[in-house]
Nanobody
Framework: QVQLAESGGGLVQAGGALTLFCTTSRGTFSRGVWGWFRQGPGQEREFVAAIRWRDGTTDYTDSVKGRFRISRDYAKKSVQLQMNGLTTEDTGVYYC?????????????????WGHGTQVTVSS
């Protein structure tokens, strides 16, 4: 069974930048689709970005387009999310997820494996 682990969260001022990392803490996973989701206080978990491992095709939710970039590292078998121009609306727990299916997807229920999340707080 694959288990994912996130790192890189923290506190940043509005307008600042953070990079989140996702690796496997158990098992290996260099296939399928990897995604990032976030959950703000009192909100449902929402899709942020996804990348297909095989060809690097990406998908982003509209609110992060032009500010966030998802990428994969073949050597480290990991995925990262570069976040620029952060706003208070980006505050939340960020989760890494992965699915065996090769189709990009946005629903949390479409993903097979999850990390425990990392907190991102953007102060005004």
């Amino acid at each position: 069974q694959v288990q994912l682990a996130e790192s890189g969260g923290g506190l940043v001022q509005a307008g600042g930048a953070l990079t989140l990392f996702c690796t496997t803490s158990r098992g290996t996973f260099s296939r399928g689709v990897w995604g990032w989701f976030r959950q703000g206080p009192g909100q449902e978990r929402e899709f942020v970005a996804a990348i297909r491992w095989r060809d690097g095709t990406t998908d982003y939710t509209d609110s992060v387009k032009g500010r966030f970039r998802i990428s994969r590292d073949y050597a480290k078998k990991s995925v990262q999310l570069q976040m620029n121009g952060l706003t208070t609306e980006d505050t939340g727990v960020y989760y890494c997820a992965a699915r065996e299916d090769l189709r990009l997807a946005r629903a949390p229920t479409d993903y097979d494996y999850w990390g425990h999340g990392t907190q991102v707080t953007v102060s005004s």
